[in-house]
């Protein structure tokens, strides 16, 4: 096929010998399968911010590290230099991502490296040899359900413990290979620790899998794993090989609003107490 404009660097400096196909193109990227070192890989290419339908959203960004603080702050003041960073720490986020869900043991596509906001990894292939389809592509036996759900189960809280949480996940960015499910798709990949919003959106990445799977085997809409796992995650007794039961006991406890008021009332005696001498030094003046 014709070379895409933006993978003609990567074929002229070498870094890709041929484009055979155009696989997919989303809201995020355009993916071609090419063959690059003698192997076929993916060449992911990331679409610009502009022609973008997925909106860099500060729930998604907020507790990423930058360690360049004249960065951070052109970032922050939203300047156009800081708006290009952003850009690039968007991009850099799936494969800084990549490299560290697979150290951990996460079946995520391998990645070979990243150059010109082209991503280039391993290309993920079915038991026929075959592209593999995604999980909203195919139609799975119960037994199939419980195995890739119990897989899925397993790499969210490898992620979880390798600090990442995918904040998209669902039947839509899972493959299915040949040795089972492959996460995809980690430009919006959450900092558990720094992030508000990390709970809630760990709980609605397991619900999307608990959803989908519970299709095929109606007993696994009866799981919790969700706040099972997240509630390990808080108490620092999550680890990889953690055995999970899938079930969460919730608190019913009502709560005592007396008791509340009276600790918010406790609270705003003390920080009165506190403020008192500067209010006496200012009476003095």
Same mark, same amino acid.
Request: hydrophobic content about 35%.
């Given at each position: 096929?014709?070379?895409?404009?933006?993978?003609?660097?990567?074929?002229?400096?070498?870094?890709?010998?041929?484009?055979?196909?155009?696989?997919?193109?989303?809201?995020?990227?355009?993916?071609?399968?090419?063959?690059?070192?003698?192997?076929?890989?993916?060449?992911?290419? !990331?679409?610009?911010?502009?022609?973008?339908? !997925?909106?860099?959203?500060?729930?998604?960004?907020?507790?990423?590290?930058?360690?360049?603080?004249?960065?951070?702050?052109?970032?922050?003041?939203?300047?156009?230099?800081?708006?290009?960073?952003?850009?690039?720490?968007?991009?850099?986020?799936?494969?800084?991502?990549?490299?560290?869900?697979?150290?951990?043991?996460?079946?995520?596509?391998?990645?070979?490296? !990243?150059?010109?906001?082209?991503?280039?990894?391993?290309?993920?292939?079915?038991?026929?040899?075959?592209?593999?389809?995604?999980?909203?592509?195919?139609?799975?036996?119960?037994?199939?359900?419980?195995?890739?759900?119990?897989?899925?189960?397993?790499?969210?809280?490898?992620?979880?413990?390798?600090?990442?949480?995918?904040?998209?996940?669902?039947?839509?960015?899972?493959?299915?290979?040949?040795?089972?499910?492959?996460?995809?798709?980690?430009?919006?990949?959450?900092?558990?620790?720094?992030?508000?919003?990390?709970?809630?959106? !760990?709980?609605?990445?397991?619900?999307?899998?608990?959803?989908?799977?519970?299709?095929?085997?109606?007993?696994?809409?009866?799981?919790?794993?969700?706040?099972?796992?997240?509630?390990?995650?808080?108490?620092?007794?999550?680890?990889?090989?953690?055995?999970?039961?899938?079930?969460?006991?919730?608190?019913?406890?009502?709560?005592?609003?007396?008791?509340?008021?009276?600790?918010?009332?406790?609270?705003?005696?003390?920080?009165?107490?506190?403020?008192?001498?500067?209010?006496?030094?200012?009476?003095?003046?």
């Amino acid at each position: 096929m014709k070379i895409p404009k933006r993978l003609q660097p990567l074929v002229d400096d070498g870094l890709i010998d041929e484009v055979e196909s155009q696989l997919m193109s989303g809201k995020e990227a355009q993916v071609y399968v090419v063959r690059s070192g003698g192997e076929r890989r993916c060449a992911k290419v !990331f679409k610009e911010a502009k022609q973008r339908s !997925f909106k860099q959203a500060v729930q998604y960004q907020e507790g990423r590290k930058e360690r360049n603080s004249r960065r951070s702050r052109a970032m922050a003041k939203k300047t156009r230099y800081g708006q290009k960073e952003q850009e690039q720490a968007w991009l850099n986020s799936e494969v800084d991502a990549l490299y560290r869900l697979a150290a951990a043991d996460v079946r995520v596509p391998k990645p070979y490296g !990243f150059v010109d906001g082209v991503l280039l990894m391993e290309i993920i292939m079915d038991a026929e040899g075959l592209t593999a389809p995604r999980l909203d592509d195919v139609t799975l036996t119960a037994e199939q359900a419980r195995t890739y759900y119990d897989k899925v189960i397993g790499d969210v809280v490898r992620m979880l413990c390798a600090g990442l949480i995918h904040g998209d996940l669902s039947e839509f960015n899972v493959l299915l290979a040949e040795e089972g499910p492959v996460i995809i798709d980690l430009p919006q990949a959450v900092d558990a620790a720094g992030n508000n919003s990390a709970e809630m959106m !760990f709980e609605r990445d397991v619900d999307n899998m608990r959803r989908y799977f519970g299709r095929f085997a109606p007993e696994l809409l009866n799981t919790d794993y969700g706040k099972e796992i997240w509630s390990l995650y808080e108490g620092g007794e999550l680890y990889p090989d953690t055995q999970l039961t899938g079930c969460f006991e919730h608190d019913n406890t009502p709560a005592d609003v007396d008791e509340l008021m009276t600790v918010i009332d406790d609270v705003r005696e003390e920080e009165a107490q506190r403020q008192a001498p500067a209010w006496e030094d200012l009476d003095d003046r």
